[in-house]
Structures are given as structure tokens and as C-alpha cells.
């Protein structure tokens, strides 16, 4: 009862968010009523087909299906009797209750870098069970993934789709793989490139869980960034290793030169990339369909792996240095360009804006 919430209202001056405790939210979606400076109710105008089943017991109203989230302040709701969900759907028929309407949200998820509808569900019944999880498990596929990754992708969605399940924390998914890197680091700097080889498939297959698992329970910490300031440490840690090796073995005695080459081509790379990504994510539109070809078999830690599969069964493992080198130059300069580009179309636009007021 909305009289029972204003009784024990602890703070009047801030607003109460009142989220179902039997539904599921993107988290998007949360994260936007708490930017309201008003009462506003989350609504779903245009529910997809798929997904009609798993909203179905959610009241309707004029606006649409209500969420259940709401963002409610002290004033308005002080004003209000009865249960919270009649309050409302006389706010929304009233005109006193913001409306925030799912359906017109950006598809776009800059943690996934891809396009994903923002999600809600009641809790499933048992039939639903099935297409429930399946749209979890599809919420925290990131997209724009290289080819090894895809490939990866049937069995990190097995494995997480238990591991989800067992009291599994995301930051011992994250120590895990980081052992692994480490045997692998290893492993390749004292020559054993097989084991080596087959260490570092088991961590490509890892690394990708740790962040899955955060997601899907809801257990994001300041430890996602630490992951991803390790994967930056063996990303030239693995080649490293291996030009230490191949030098020291007498294999490429110019080993360290490709190595520096790779390096810096992967700095110039990590510009590019920012050029490309940070564009997207401000406008909260998917990046050019050519981002994803060229991450689909750009230059990247799981693609060299490949490489150097490919190298050690032809026999000259060396060889595998020269093509990461010359496989990160021509990414970064792709990157680069395609980061150029972006800006000037970024720039060209408050241009042409201008000219189009001018015409009016």
C-alpha cells in the first residue's frame, strides 16, 4: 500500500525505486529511472512476439505493460492511497505519472557492443523456464567477436549455462583463466609450444566466461577491470614469450624486432579501436557492419594462437611471429583509417545541420 510506503519513507528528499521482487530487469533499464527527476513509471508499449508469453500476469494500461519498476517520489506519492499498482495506472490516466516506454529505448549496448532489445519477464512458470533462460543467456553474448570466439561461443554457453548455477563467482573465473595465461606464458617461453598451444585454447574458452558470469548474476564489480588489465598483460606476455624462445633457440634471431613491431602496431591498434568504439557508444549506435568483419579476423591474441597452430604443424613455429607482426600492422592500420573516417563524418554533420537550418 502506497500509504504503508510513504509511513516508513526513510530520506523524502531522495526518491524511492520500487522494483518487483518476482522480475527480471536489464539493468539499462533500472539505470534510467534513476536518472528521473520526477515519478515515472516503466512501460512496455510494443512487447515482441517472442517474448509475449513471459509478460503475460504484467497489468495493462493505456500506456502499455507495466514493468514493474518505478521511480517514485515523496510528494506524489503522498498525495496517493490504495495499492502502488492502482496509484499508478490512475497516475498514467491522469497525466501525473511519467511514462518511460521500453519500446522506445536504443537498441544498442555499449557493454556488449551490439544491438539488444532492453529485456523484462516476470518470473517464469515452469513451461516458460526454457525461453526465460535462453533470453538470459543471449543478453550477455557480447557481439563483434573474432572467428576463434564464435567458435568458442556453443561451449561458453554450455558451460555457462551450469556454472550459472553453482556458487561460482565471477572473480574465481577470472583467477582461473589468469592461471592458465600464466602456464601458458610459461610454457611457450621454455619451448613447449604443443602444450603451450593446448593451454592457451582452455584460457581463450575461460576468459570469456568470467564476464558472462558477472552479468548473468548481477555481479559486476571494480574486478571486471582488473580482467581486462590482464588481458592487456598477456597480450604481450604470450608473444613475448614466444620471441624469447625463438631467439634464444636460434629459430628467428631477429625475433625481438618483430616483437616490437607487433607491440607497437597493437598500441596504434588500441587508438584505432578507442576511435571507433567511443564514437558508438555516445551515440548509442552499432559500429559500421565493417568494425565487425574487420574484428571478425582483425589481429587479436585468439587469432595468433590459431597462427601459430598453423605455423608449429607446417613445422617453422617461427614463422608465426613474422605473420603476427605483419597481421597486427595491416589491423592497425585498418583501425586507424576507419577511425579517421568515423571523426569526419562525426565533424561533417554539424556542417550539414547548419546548411539545412540555413535552407529553412
Known amino acids: 500500500m502506497v500509504k504503508q510506503i510513504v509511513a516508513s519513507w526513510a530520506e523524502p ?16 533499464l533500472l539505470q534510467l529511472l534513476l536518472t528521473q527527476n520526477y515519478t515515472a ?38 498525495a496517493q492511497s490504495g495499492s502502488v499498482e492502482n496509484a499508478l495506472s490512475h497516475g498514467l ?51 563483434s567477436q573474432d572467428f576463434p570466439a564464435l567458435v568458442h561461443v556453443p561451449i561458453e554457453r554450455f558451460l555457462i549455462s551450469h556454472l550459472c ?13 589468469a592461471l592458465g595465461a600464466l602456464a601458458t606464458t610459461v610454457l611457450f617461453a621454455t619451448g ?20 558472462k558470469q558477472a552479468r548473468l548474476k548481477v555481479e559486476t564489480t571494480g574486478g571486471g577491470k582488473f580482467e581486462h588489465q ?13 620471441a624469447c624462445h625463438f631467439c634464444i633457440s636460434r629459430q628467428l634471431p631477429s625475433a625481438f624486432f618483430y616483437l616490437a613491431l607487433l607491440l607497437i602496431a597493437e598500441a596504434l591498434d588500441g587508438i584505432g579501436k578507442h576511435g571507433v568504439y567511443v564514437p558508438a557508444e555516445k551515440r548509442l ?55 579517421s573516417w568515423i571523426r569526419r563524418e562525426i565533424q561533417a554533420r554539424p556542417a550539414q545541420a547548419g546548411s539545412a537550418n540555413e535552407l529553412r
Open 285 to 339: 549506435v552499432e559500429p559500421h557492419f565493417f568494425d565487425r568483419i574487420v574484428r571478425l579476423v582483425g589481429g587479436r591474441r585468439n587469432i595468433y594462437i590459431w597462427v601459430l597452430i598453423v605455423a608449429v604443424a607446417l613445422g617453422v613455429p617461427a614463422k608465426a611471429l613474422i605473420v603476427m607482426a605483419c597481421w597486427e600492422v595491416v589491423t592497425a592500420a585498418v583501425d586507424l583509417l576507419h577511425a
Open 41 to 78: 513509471v516503466l512501460v512496455d508499449s510494443s512487447v515482441p512476439a517472442q517474448f509475449e508469453s513471459l509478460v503475460a500476469s504484467a497489468l495493462t494500461t493505456r500506456a502499455g505493460k507495466l514493468c514493474g519498476a518505478t521511480l517514485i517520489h515523496h510528494n506524489w506519492a503522498s
Open 230 to 242: 590482464l588481458d592487456s598483460v598477456f597480450e604481450v606476455a604470450w608473444p613475448t614469450a614466444l
Open 93 to 143: 490516466e491522469r497525466g501525473t505519472v511519467a511514462v518511460l516506454d521500453v519500446a522506445d529505448q536504443p537498441l544498442y549496448s555499449p557493454a556488449l557492443r551490439r544491438n539488444l532489445r532492453p529485456f523484462w519477464f516476470d518470473a517464469p512458470s515452469p513451461e516458460q523456464k526454457k525461453p526465460a533462460e535462453k533470453l538470459l543467456l543471449d543478453s550477455v553474448q557480447k557481439g
Open 165 to 177: 548455477k553453482m556458487p561460482i563467482r565471477p572473480n574465481h573465473l577470472t583467477v582461473g583463466w
Open 13 to 28: 528528499t531522495q526518491p524511492l525505486l520500487m522494483v518487483r521482487g518476482d522480475a527480471v530487469f536489464d539493468i539499462r
Open 192 to 211: 613447449h609450444l604443443i602444450w603451450g598451444i593446448t593451454f592457451a585454447l582452455i584460457v581463450g574458452i575461460l576468459d570469456g566466461l568470467d564476464g
